[in-house]
Every structure is written in structure tokens, then in C-alpha cells.
């Protein structure tokens, strides 16, 4: 590991001639190209060393503030934006918006003009609502990033999934992934279908069909009903919570028999190719859809994906307040002249 006493900034070349990033906010992987992504993963590839130094804050940000608006629990993503900006050298406001009596739209809309006035440069939002970072975005000044929007789009978790199997297997590209589980509440299964997809990986959906959405296969996905069929070939292998609180009727017969089917276990696990990486963005339900003995298993990465979240968070942030500040230096520059 490497062990330096300075901390160096982020070095990273663009991964092709002439390209500029050009995106002020993160709201879904679908906004972004194929380079976009590439570029904040290679970014992140650069920056997690920076969190493996014993000293590992950055100047980059000073000055800088950022705010984490979340109004739906959370511990990985709300601590790893926090520590991210940190890291960076901002200053980081935590404000946790328990759910209230007041209309979804109005909270969000309230709160952030009175957020927008206390001049911050970056927002980080989770909300239970499809759509509420995009509208976060057109409401106020600063870079808007979506930490998970309902069951829509949880970008930053997609890219940080696809660090941590670039890091592993060298590329994503031609990697056959299996998503299996609670499709339909993920987000995280549509922003990594989407990336999965735009870097050429094959990806599958294993899932009792009361937990897909209806029409998957248009995002480009082959769908199993029993991970018997859907496990063989593949190299990675990515969990998903049941999200029980997003259920209305029983989507599933009983927790015991849906572990039986859909749990990943030792047995299970066999079947996909030796080796192959076993993912959660968690958090985990052991005994629900994952057994200890897998998640704690030699073939899992969940940690690494937690260590992954923080450095492609620097990397996210940088790269969007650069990007912001160039907007609006050409932005000053067209009303000077
Ligand atoms: C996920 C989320 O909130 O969408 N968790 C996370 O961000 N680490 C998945 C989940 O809640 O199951």
C-alpha cells in the first residue's frame, strides 16, 4: 500500500484526445457517454490511493461547500459523500430530512431555495420520488448529484459497482454480470444495467417475475426466472436487498422461501464461473438474499465496493465542480465582451 506523507492531487489524463467533460450535475448514468464514464472511472481509479495515504486530505475544494440533503435514510452513501468532500478539502453539512406531513414537491422545492441562498456549490440529494435531483437541479446554482432518487437511478453506486469490477477483472467490457433479486425497487439495477450496458458487458436479471418490471428486456437485459439458469457463465455476480419498505402486497411468499430460490449461497454460487465476483451495494439481509458464509466469503468484493464508494465520490465531485466553474468563467466571459 502506498504510504506518503503529502497528498498529491489527482493525476489523470483524459482517455481521448480533445474530450471535455461537460455535465455540471450527476443525476442518472442514462446522461452520460461511454467516455463520460470512463473518465470518472479512471479519475477514481487515481483517487483511491489518495484514501490509502496516512494523510488523506485534500486542498483542491478549499473554501468549497457542500450539502447532503437526504431525505431517505442511508449510512454508506451519506457517510462516503461526507467523507469524500472531506477528503477534498470542503466543507461538508449533513441535513437529514425525515419523511413529513408536508407534500413531497413542497419540502423539496422549500428546502431547496432556502439551501440555495446559504450559497453552497454542491448539492447531494436522496428522496423517495422518481425525479426529484433533476428537479433539485433546475431550482438552484450549484452542481446537483442524485444519491438515489426512488426507484429510478442511483448513479454514483453504478460507477463505483464498475470500479470495483475494473479493478478486479481489468475490464468490464465482455463480463457477463447476473443482478439478481429485488429488480424492480432497485435503482441500483437500472443504473448498472444502463452503465453495464454502454461499457459492453452482458448483463442478466434473475428474479421471481413478481420482482421485474414489466418490459426489462427494452433496457437491454436477459432475464431468468430461476438462478439455476441465469448463474452458469457468469463472472459477477450482484446481490440485491429486498426492499420490503417499497412493497405493497406480498410480492414474494415468505422469507424463508424466497432465500431457498433466490438467495445466494455457497451451492448457489457454484454455478456461476470459478472466481466470480460476488457484489451488494448493501445493505445486506443475511439469510434473505445472501448467506454469511458468501458475503463474508473469499469471493466477495462488498467491502471493496465500500472503499471504491469514497474515492469515485471525490472523483464525481471533482470533476463536477471543475466543470461548474469552467461554465461559468465562459459564462462571464460572454457577458464581459
Ligand atoms: C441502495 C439504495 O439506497 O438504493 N443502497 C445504497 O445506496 N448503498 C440499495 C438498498 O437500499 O438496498
Redesign the pocket.
Known sequence: MAQSKTPSPIEFEPPYPGYVFSHQHLLGIADLSPHDITHLLDRAHEAVSVSRQVEKKKVTLRGRTQINLFF?S????QSSFELAGKRLGADVMNMSVGSSSVKKGETLIDTAMTLNAMQPDLLVV?HHSAGAAELLAQKVGCSVIN??DGAHE?PT?ALLDALTIRRHLGSVERQTVAICGDILH???ARSNIILLNALGARVRVIAPSTLLPSGIERLGVEVFNRMEDGLPGCDVVMM??L?RERMEGALIPSVREYFHYFGLDAKKLKMANPNALVMH???MNRGVEISSEVADGAQSVIQVQVEMGVALRMAVIETLIETSDRLSQKRSHRSAV
Do not use: D, I, K, Y
Open positions: 431517505e442511508s449510512t454508506r452513501t436522496r444519491a438515489g442511483h453506486q432497485s435503482r441500483v440485491l436487498r426492499q451495494p448493501g445493505p
